[in-house]
């Protein structure tokens, strides 16, 4: 404290003289910006810009190949990847928005970076991700994985001691399939960056097919910040003297990964119900799969629809061997179907779960409804939604009067999708018109809003429901992001993508199948006219797993990158959103 002292001493003779005013104005500005400086020290103050192009006006370091301890590069890049598009580049955002802010106090006096921050939540994960195929033959050693990271005020949920997580995690695969996984943790409350590291020896006769990084936090309230993450190759020491780069680990065009729909799911299938007679080739069936806990929900759609149908019903154990004991289920099933209301265009076939360990295989059971279907247009919804009142009369009158038969061969027709807002005293009412919806909508007591507005407004923006209000004829989707699952009409063709079967239980099964129909150069258009609305009930354990379990979430957005590797080799052709293994840098 000496220096302050005679720092202010020589200021009050040189400014002041021997006037006490002087004196004491000099000494009370000093001990302001002594408070103040303590101050934004002690909080850990971070300068945000939230605009991108302050962010790169700002003079700061970019290490996006080389980290700053070493001369060796990082195949991990800051890029951030544009959810126009469909790459594999650069991190990766689900719902959750993060952001990609500037951080001033680094550790390092005078130096601003680039980090990435988030507001944790409790209940789910909040995470980010980036996906780094690697060259098979590269004789890689090693890979060392760094990562620093800051919080602030971040504090455990109550009840979830034993769950919460706050990590950085690598999962590592290889070319025979199996896998591993590096995880860096870090403290809770509130820190300037720590950073934790780890050196992975790649195992004799290995040879690397991937890396997917995950950044995140679960069971918190709070903030995370990260900075430096570091993916490091070891070669060895006979390659020291060869020069490489990044691009040398990183192939712009990766291999196909190999999996998705090879029919390698093996269940007994048993028809129950079987069209009666020929089905008018122009008309629609609604195709769609539920489990037999949600057969219930099939009845009531046959309120709303009095045409063809496709039903897969999932039948699942409790038994940890092969169960092959289909008897009481058979009985069950059919008392359960004896319903006078079914069309005798009605198609129903059950799958029997193998084990109680098997994940619901929703995407097998997609494609086998669509197998199924005897029509030349399918009507592709989940068995929880009502169709809107008419939907099958209204569509085949636009068909002849507005889009025309011969035009939807490249054509998938959006159907906006609603949902009844949680914590409804009464039963709801299911509108019979748009106007009715409408005012179900905005009236005075709301009891509907557009499916998972809340949970993740992304899945169904590019719906543009403001425009579907007043629309009376079909409309383009003009802004498609990665996250879009709306729920189609498309035309049966022998060429027509199906679900990827590499989904399973919950994640990434739908919105998928969108992406490639994109990737194979499909129109999408809005219907004006027709809506289906989503049915209320419990969440599965399916959904809860992927909903709290950080390792279930990075599986499942590893399958998610793999898949689009796979659809970036399939499809040569290029569009706006999707390109043949392009780099997207």
């Not at 680990?249 to 007994?268: A, L, R, T």
């Not at 069950?332 to 079914?342: G, V």
Request: with cysteine; hydrophobic share 35%; proline share 6%.
């Amino acid at each position: 404290m000496a220096a302050p002292r005679h720092i202010v001493s020589w200021l009050c003779r040189r400014l002041c003289g021997f006037d006490l005013t002087c004196l004491l104005s000099v000494i009370f500005v000093f001990s302001l910006l002594s408070v103040l400086a303590m101050y934004f020290r002690a909080t850990n103050q971070t300068w945000m810009f939230q605009d991108q192009e302050l962010i790169d006006q700002v003079d700061i370091r970019d290490d996006d190949y080389f980290d700053e301890q070493s001369e060796e590069f990082n195949l991990v890049t800051d890029y951030m990847t544009d959810n126009s598009q469909i790459g594999i580049s650069g991190w990766w955002m689900p719902h959750v928005r993060w952001v990609q802010d500037i951080d001033c106090d680094v550790g390092q006096f005078g130096v601003c970076r680039k980090v990435l921050s988030v507001n944790c939540k409790p209940e789910s994960v909040r995470a980010i991700y980036q996906y780094i195929p690697i060259e098979t033959e590269l004789p890689i050693k090693q890979l060392y994985f760094s990562v620093k990271s800051a919080s602030i005020q971040l504090k455990v949920f109550e009840e979830m001691e034993n769950s919460a997580t706050y990590d950085a995690i690598a999962l590592i695969k290889f070319t025979d399939g199996k896998q591993e996984r590096i995880k860096l943790n870090f403290p809770a409350g509130t820190h300037t960056y720590l950073e934790a590291d780890y050196k992975f020896k790649i195992p004799d006769g290995k040879k690397l097919n991937s890396v997917t990084i995950m950044l995140g936090c679960y069971g918190y309230t709070g903030i995370v910040k990260y900075l430096d993450v570091v993916l490091r190759p070891i070669m060895p020491d006979s390659m020291k003297d060869k020069v490489l780069e990044r691009s040398d680990f990183v192939p712009d065009c990766p291999k196909p990964s190999d999996s998705g729909n090879h029919d390698n799911m093996q269940f007994f299938t048993e028809k129950f119900i079987e069209p009666d007679d020929k089905q008018d080739a122009n008309d629609i069936t609604l195709v769609t799969q539920v489990s037999m806990d949600r057969i219930d929900v099939v009845e009531q759609t046959l309120e709303y629809w009095n045409g063809p149908m496709s039903i897969v019903l999932y039948v699942p154990t409790k038994s940890q061997t092969v169960d092959t004991d289909h008897e009481w289920k058979r009985y069950y099933i059919k008392k359960k179907l004896n319903n006078p209301k079914f069309s005798t265009q009605t198609a129903v076939t059950a799958v029997y779960a193998n084990t109680a360990n098997d994940e619901y295989p929703i995407n097998y059971l997609r494609n086998l409804a669509i197998k199924q279907c005897q029509t030349d247009y399918m009507l592709l919804l989940d068995g929880d939604f009502i169709p809107s009142p008419g939907l099958r009369e209204t569509f085949k009158r636009e068909l002849t009067e507005g889009i025309g038969m011969n035009s939807l061969n490249h054509i998938a027709l959006v159907v906006p999708v609603f949902e009844f807002m949680e914590g409804l005293k009464e039963p709801p009412h299911v509108p019979e018109t748009k106007e009715e919806l409408h005012s179900q909508i905005f009236g005075i007591k709301p009891n509907i809003l557009p499916f998972r507005y809340i949970e993740s407004p992304d899945s169904h923006r590019a719906t543009d429901y403001n425009q579907w209000y007043a629309a009376q004829q079909s409309y383009p989707v003009t802004t498609y992001q990665d996250k879009y699952e709306p729920y189609i009409i498309l035309k049966k063709r022998s060429r027509m993508p199906y679900y990827d079967e590499r989904f399973t239980g919950y994640g990434m099964n739908k919105v998928t199948h969108t992406m490639e129909l994109v990737a194979a150069g499909y129109e999408l258009q809005v219907l004006p006219d027709v809506w289906a609305i989503h049915i209320p009930h419990r969440g599965t354990s399916y959904t809860l797993q992927f909903l709290q379990d950080p390792l279930t979430r990075l599986e499942n957005r590893a399958a998610r990158f793999n898949f689009v590797v796979d659809i970036m080799n399939k499809y040569q052709m290029y569009t706006i959103q999707i390109g043949p293994c392009i780099p997207y840098r």
